[in-house]
């Protein structure tokens, strides 16, 4: 079982509703992340919270909204999304960060954008 | 810009051969270098990594071997077996960051 859990592992969305992805770290590590992976693209880091606290935006579109309420819960808040932003979202975490801190994604959530 | 450049894209090897995969990268103020596996359907787990102040790095069937002046570092596989076909992805990261910088990954698959 993975430390790193999310949910839903699939999910369907037209462009005009709002979703959100959750994220459920059980590692007691203190940073969490959200990645996106497409394919034929290296992962792209979107977001990083450390002790909750919001300390990357990695120049993602409004239109994603993280939301770190404690260390071990993570969300991402989708609305008016586009066909491309189609792809498999990673949520991980690490003890901290910085170098050499090994990072644990979970499994991901697809998103279809319709 | 890519930041980290990986290849090839894909591989075949055969049953107990070995796998090769490639990567190199252009900021040398990157000093931690993992390698990523990831099966289908699951996210990607660390399988091992290396920093610039040793040259090869060996656990098990895998090893990296890093050329600091070259800015390159490669995963290699030995006696590679089914179980190991995956994708892998290769990063780099700086000393007072927390952001990897991933290639694009390698298709790999062991036939028997």
């Known amino acids: 079982e993975t430390g790193v859990t999310q949910t839903p592992r699939h999910l369907v969305m037209g462009m005009t509703n709002k979703k959100s992805l959750k994220c459920e770290q059980h590692?007691?590590?203190?940073?969490m992340y959200w990645y996106k992976q497409s394919a034929k693209k290296p992962l792209e880091l979107m977001f990083v919270y450390s002790l909750e606290e919001r300390v990357e935006n990695n120049s993602v579109p409004s239109r994603f909204s993280p939301e770190c309420p404690n260390s071990s819960h993570l969300f991402l808040h989708l609305h008016t999304l586009q066909p491309e932003d189609s792809a498999l979202y990673l949520c991980?975490?690490?003890?901290?960060?910085?170098?050499?801190?090994?990072?644990?994604f979970g499994e991901g959530s697809w998103l279809t954008v319709v | 810009q890519q930041q980290v450049k990986q290849s090839p894209q894909s591989l075949i090897v055969q049953k107990g051969g070995i796998s090769i995969i490639n990567c190199a990268y252009e900021n040398t103020a990157f000093d931690y270098f993992p390698w990523y596996q990831q099966f289908p359907g699951k996210g990607p787990a660390l399988l091992i990594a290396i920093r610039p102040d040793v040259s090869e790095k060996k656990e098990g069937r895998f090893t990296i071997s890093f050329n600091k002046s070259a800015k390159q570092f490669s995963l290699h596989i030995m006696d590679s077996q089914p179980g190991d076909s995956a994708t892998y992805f290769c990063a780099a990261s700086m000393n007072s960051g927390y952001a990897l910088n991933f290639g694009k990954g390698t298709s790999l698959l062991v036939t028997p």
């Open positions: 590692l007691g590590h203190n940073a």
């Open positions: 991980a975490s690490s003890q901290q960060t910085g170098m050499g801190n090994t990072i644990y």
